[in-house]
């Protein structure tokens, strides 16, 4: 019965908030998230010529993470989240500070699909954040307990191309965390971040160098997350090539069951 309710509210979940992703496709504001109710902010339409870094000064990083977005998908007509006190939402994370479940590992990853964040622990302390991009309602990411097996600097999908070319998706800094029965493989990597769940059940971190790599924008890249984490997990991020590794255990929360994923 406990169990029964608690995929009920899963699903539940998943379906909300594939509701907002639709509306988000246009109006990335019309997101929720369970964090929102803590902070008051104002929905403010992007105008030609504006960009978040002239609009919000040094804030503008937490004002993306804030609405889990990265600087690609913001341009005129896009309606973004502004908290009313900026300055309160410096370094902003819903994720808690403090995880008592992992009190004994040295490292440890949850992840709140709910939240669309992920945080990084050591000895049960939050150590950083980041906003993501999971996957989409016909894809959801995997939910339970998993471990990193895996690392590869420079992956590429098997599967997907980018849009418009046979280019092979980037998957950079990538840390493979589960392989389904069919074989599918489940990785954290870098890829554009655009406010909603739209992957096909990989988790997504900034990463703007690859973006100006296939994209030719941001010009100047600054959001890093995807290798960030990569380096923290891994530690020497100069080796290329798939390889196993021991890493550390990541725990998925808040979502619907991973059956329908296909991986990346």
Same mark, same amino acid.
């Given at each position: 019965?406990?169990?029964?309710?608690?995929?009920?509210?899963?699903?539940?979940?998943?379906?909300?908030?594939?509701?907002?992703?639709?509306?988000a496709?246009?109006?990335?504001?019309?997101?929720?998230?369970?964090?929102d109710a803590?902070?008051?902010?104002?929905?403010?339409?992007?105008?030609?010529?504006?960009s978040?870094?002239?609009?919000?000064?040094?804030?503008?990083?937490?004002?993306?993470?804030?609405?889990?977005?990265?600087? %690609?998908?913001?341009?005129?007509?896009?309606?973004?989240?502004?908290?009313?006190?900026?300055?309160?939402?410096?370094?902003?994370?819903?994720?808690?500070?403090?995880y008592?479940?992992?009190?004994?590992?040295?490292?440890?990853l949850?992840?709140?699909?709910?939240? =669309?964040?992920?945080?990084?622990?050591e000895?049960?302390?939050?150590?950083?954040?980041?906003?993501?991009?999971?996957?989409d309602?016909?894809?959801?990411?995997?939910?339970?307990?998993? %471990?990193?097996?895996?690392?590869?600097?420079?992956?590429?999908?098997?599967?997907?191309?980018?849009?418009?070319?046979?280019?092979?998706?980037?998957?950079?800094?990538?840390l493979?965390?589960?392989?389904?029965?069919?074989?599918?493989?489940?990785?954290?990597?870098?890829?554009?971040?655009?406010?909603?769940?739209?992957?096909?059940g990989?988790?997504?971190?900034y990463?703007?160098?690859m =973006?100006k790599?296939?994209?030719?924008?941001?010009?100047?890249?600054?959001?890093?997350?995807?290798?960030?984490?990569?380096?923290?997990?891994?530690g020497?991020?100069?080796?290329?090539?798939?390889r196993?590794?021991?890493?550390?255990?990541?725990?998925?929360?808040?979502?619907?069951?991973?059956?329908?994923?296909?991986?990346?």
């Open positions: 019965m406990r169990r029964a309710a608690a995929g009920a509210a899963a699903a539940a979940l998943l379906l909300a908030l594939a509701a907002s992703a639709a509306l496709a246009t109006v990335p504001c019309d997101m929720r998230y369970p964090s803590r902070v008051s902010w104002r929905c403010r339409t992007i105008a030609a010529g504006e978040v870094e002239r609009l919000f000064g040094e804030r503008w990083m937490d004002v993306l993470r804030f609405n889990r977005l990265d600087r %690609r998908h913001v341009s005129a007509e896009v309606a973004l989240k502004v908290p009313v006190d900026l300055e309160g939402i410096r370094d902003f994370t819903p994720m808690p500070l403090d008592p479940d992992a009190a004994g590992e040295a490292k440890f949850l992840v709140d699909l709910g939240e =669309q964040f992920l945080g990084a622990y000895r049960g302390r939050l150590v950083f954040s980041s906003p993501l991009a999971t996957g309602a016909g894809h959801p990411t995997p939910v339970g307990e998993f %471990r990193i097996t895996a690392a590869d600097a420079t992956h590429h999908s098997s599967l997907y191309t980018i849009e418009g070319t046979d280019t092979p998706y980037p998957m950079t800094w990538a493979r965390f589960h392989v389904g029965p069919d074989g599918a493989a489940f990785w954290l990597h870098g890829r554009d971040v655009p406010g909603y769940p739209a992957s096909h990989c988790i997504g971190l990463d703007e160098r =973006q790599a296939y994209y030719g924008t941001p010009a100047r890249p600054r959001l890093e997350d995807a290798r960030r984490l990569y380096e923290w997990v891994v020497d991020a100069s080796e290329r090539g798939e196993p590794i021991a890493g550390p255990r990541v725990r998925i929360i808040h979502g619907a069951s991973g059956d329908r994923s296909t991986g990346c």
